[in-house]
């Protein structure tokens, strides 16, 4: 199994010289890929703009977008935009896409919350892919481009935590780029099954099954469970607080560094391809104490 670890692009007061260090230090160690996510309506970096900086900060970390909500963008320039970091990054780039589960963002770019839909996901899917394989799709003198690095694309995974848009993304995802909100390893392996055999039902080869959970370390701080609590309280702002408070006591991963090792290990044994660790605050410490258990 590998493992990645993602950016703390939701930390707030974020700057550009942690996020380097973050990176730089992901890209030295044993991670797997370097992944961070989209949202419109909060503090954090653009996500296709970080794909730039990441593409010159690092140099063999795979690069994880996800999730991206293609619902948000032009769907033809969406396809430039990525192709143009799989480019920038030699073909290490990897994207999740899914639907978002909040309206403020599609409100704030003036998208039609009405477009979130499988069926819209499936199709704007299918117009990255398109674009990509170098099809005029929008009929003017040449084709959109530039071509990405990786052969047919980069690979796509829905981003998803239930059973039916599981199914319903075999049709077009390479997999899935999934998350457990209370790193509940059974719950994971039930999803994996669904996703296995939904691939299998559409004749297509083995899905790439990767997830993720928050985490913090007694090891980095003193009270790792306030600190996952801390982290939702500012990420999770478009849900009532005592929705936020009510789940947080069984949010992710909070303990030693053993414990977190044990967890892994337990990922590993149902199949897990990828497990892609979400820090709760921005101490860069955490990227060199989680790679000394890997």
Same mark, same amino acid.
């Given at each position: 199994m590998q493992v990645g670890m993602t950016l703390p692009v939701m930390e707030p007061d974020v700057d550009p010289a942690? &996020?380097?260090?973050?990176?730089?230090? +992901?890209?030295?160690?044993?991670? *797997?890929?370097? *992944?961070?996510?989209?949202? +419109?309506?909060?503090d954090n970096p653009d996500i296709l703009t970080l794909l730039g900086a990441v593409s010159a900060w690092t140099s063999r970390v795979g690069i994880a977008a996800t999730v991206v909500v293609p619902q948000l963008h032009d769907p033809v320039h969406l396809a430039?935009?990525?192709?143009?970091?799989?480019?920038?990054?030699?073909?290490?780039? *990897?994207?999740? &896409?899914?639907?978002?589960?909040?309206?403020?963002?599609?409100?704030?770019?003036?998208?039609?919350?009405?477009?979130?839909?499988?069926?819209?996901?499936?199709?704007r899917a299918?117009?990255?892919?398109?674009?990509? @394989?170098?099809?005029?799709?929008?009929? @003017?003198?040449?084709p959109v481009g530039p071509r990405p690095a990786t052969e047919g694309g980069p690979e796509l995974l829905v981003g998803? &935590?239930?059973?039916?848009?599981?199914?319903?993304?075999?049709r077009w995802a390479d997999g899935l780029a999934?998350?457990?909100?209370?790193?509940?390893?059974?719950?994971?392996? @039930?999803?994996?099954?669904?996703?296995?055999?939904?691939?299998?039902d559409e004749g297509r080869p083995a899905p790439r099954l990767t997830t993720s959970f928050w985490f913090a370390l007694a090891e980095a701080t003193d009270d790792p469970r306030g600190q996952v609590h801390?982290?939702?309280?500012?990420?999770?702002?478009?849900?009532?607080?005592? +929705?936020?408070?009510?789940l947080a006591p069984s949010a992710g991963f909070a303990g030693t560094l053993g414990e977190l090792r044990a967890l892994?290990?337990?990922?590993?044994?149902?199949?897990?391809?990828?497990v892609q660790l979400i820090p709760t605050g921005g101490d860069p410490r955490q990227v060199d104490l989680v790679a000394g258990i890997l």
């Amino acid at each position: 199994m590998q493992v990645g670890m993602t950016l703390p692009v939701m930390e707030p007061d974020v700057d550009p010289a942690l &996020l380097r260090e973050w990176a730089t230090r +992901i890209d030295a160690g044993p991670w *797997s890929t370097l *992944s961070f996510g989209e949202r +419109i309506a909060f503090d954090n970096p653009d996500i296709l703009t970080l794909l730039g900086a990441v593409s010159a900060w690092t140099s063999r970390v795979g690069i994880a977008a996800t999730v991206v909500v293609p619902q948000l963008h032009d769907p033809v320039h969406l396809a430039k935009a990525l192709a143009t970091a799989d480019r920038l990054c030699d073909g290490r780039l *990897s994207i999740g &896409l899914g639907v978002g589960g909040r309206e403020e963002d599609y409100r704030a770019v003036g998208a039609d919350w009405g477009t979130r839909t499988m069926a819209q996901l499936a199709e704007r899917a299918d117009v990255l892919r398109r674009v990509w @394989a170098g099809e005029n799709t929008t009929g @003017a003198t040449r084709p959109v481009g530039p071509r990405p690095a990786t052969e047919g694309g980069p690979e796509l995974l829905v981003g998803t &935590l239930g059973r039916r848009t599981t199914e319903h993304a075999a049709r077009w995802a390479d997999g899935l780029a999934g998350m457990t909100l209370t790193a509940d390893v059974d719950e994971t392996a @039930a999803l994996f099954d669904v996703a296995r055999k939904a691939w299998a039902d559409e004749g297509r080869p083995a899905p790439r099954l990767t997830t993720s959970f928050w985490f913090a370390l007694a090891e980095a701080t003193d009270d790792p469970r306030g600190q996952v609590h801390a982290h939702l309280r500012h990420y999770m702002n478009w849900l009532p607080v005592e +929705i936020v408070d009510a789940l947080a006591p069984s949010a992710g991963f909070a303990g030693t560094l053993g414990e977190l090792r044990a967890l892994l290990d337990r990922f590993a044994e149902i199949g897990t391809d990828e497990v892609q660790l979400i820090p709760t605050g921005g101490d860069p410490r955490q990227v060199d104490l989680v790679a000394g258990i890997l």
